[in-house]
């Protein structure tokens, strides 16, 4: 007897994966990795090549950003938790959120005297950059179901009408 491959049962039939019962904290994981990850390396490049003054404004508008967008993440996943109606509402409550503090920061809170203003900008946009393309790519790979399976309806074959 053949062995069956992954995903498929001893007759060649294919097997329906079940989706993620939430898919929040996987966009999250995707998302600080390559935001994180990469922020994390082009700052200790930085580091001996420019300054660590220089590196650290790049590390920490690099953190800035994973703080802020990865906090509506978490509340989206806790929120899916309790109900999962919940989670993108939360998510978007969130987002607002997010936007407002954002802007509050940028027009009222400082800089401290170690950020240089440009390399925290660049920084920041980078990382954003980074993070809305691990949030693309995660929510492409979520297996997010389309269909309500659980509400059964009348089929073609049943009786019900064409149209």
């Known amino acids: ?6 995903g498929s049962r001893t007759n060649g039939a294919l097997v329906v994966a079940s989706a993620p ?11 600080t990795a390559y935001t994180a990850g990469a922020g994390l390396v082009l700052s200790l ?3 001996p090549i420019l300054s660590g003054v220089i590196a650290g404004s790049l590390a ?5 950003i994973v703080v802020f967008f990865g906090v509506s993440l978490l509340v ?3 929120a899916g938790r309790y109900r ?13 959120a997010k936007i407002l ?3 509050f920061l940028v027009l009222f809170a400082s800089l401290p ?8 900008m660049w920084g920041a946009i980078g990382s954003l950059v980074l993070w809305q393309f691990g949030e693309i790519r995660a929510f492409s790979r979520a297996r997010l179901p389309i269909f309500n399976d659980d509400d059964p309806s009348p089929s073609d074959s049943s009786g019900g009408k064409r149209g």
């Open 113 to 120: 005297s170690w950020v240089l203003a440009p390399y925290f």
């Open 45 to 47: 490049a930085a580091w």
């Open 1 to 6: 007897m053949i062995k069956p491959e992954r």
């Open 76 to 78: 989206a996943e806790l």
């Open 84 to 96: 999962a109606s919940w989670a993108l509402p939360a998510f978007l409550f969130m987002y607002m």
């Open 21 to 31: 019962r939430s898919p929040w904290m996987g966009i999250l994981k995707t998302c």
């Open 60 to 64: 920490f508008g690099c953190a800035l």
């Open 101 to 103: 503090g954002m802007g």
